[in-house]
């Protein structure tokens, strides 16, 4: 089982990026997937969320309207899309998978730093500077 998340770099504020989250060893039709992000001395945050189904979407106020989470079941992979990209934004972000969309609403709505899923993947890291 593996979540594989890529596509991070160095980019200039405003400018956009997409990762991508390869989920392997699972069929990700099963799962809700989760993006979250740990800046440099802070604590982990849930970013973004989408449903395994019907592909409902849940954001953090801070992305909300720049950032657009998708998946491709029939591919096993799960974007996230981020478009004027801010130096606030400069992470290292995971994906993460849980059968339970609540478990990522609860994140979010609760601020909680620490939780439970089904499957962590790697991290990528996303620089914003000038």
């Known amino acids: 089982v593996q979540l594989q998340a890529c596509g991070g770099g160095l980019v200039q504020p405003g400018d956009s990026l997409r990762l991508s989250c390869a989920v392997s060893g699972f069929t990700l ?7 979250f992000r740990r800046a440099p001395g802070m604590v982990r945050e849930i970013v973004s969320s989408i449903n395994k189904r019907d592909g409902a979407t849940d954001y953090a106020e801070s992305v909300k309207g720049r950032f657009t989470i998708s998946r491709d079941n029939a591919k096993n992979m799960v974007y996230l899309q981020m478009s004027s990209l801010k130096p606030e934004d400069t992470a290292v972000y995971y994906c993460a998978a849980d059968e339970y969309y609540a478990t990522f609403i ?16 790697q991290g990528t890291q996303v620089t914003v500077s000038s």
């Open 29 to 35: 039709d099963n799962y809700a997937v989760g993006w």
């Open 106 to 121: 609860t994140a979010r709505v609760l601020g909680l730093q620490s939780i439970t899923v089904d499957y962590w993947g």
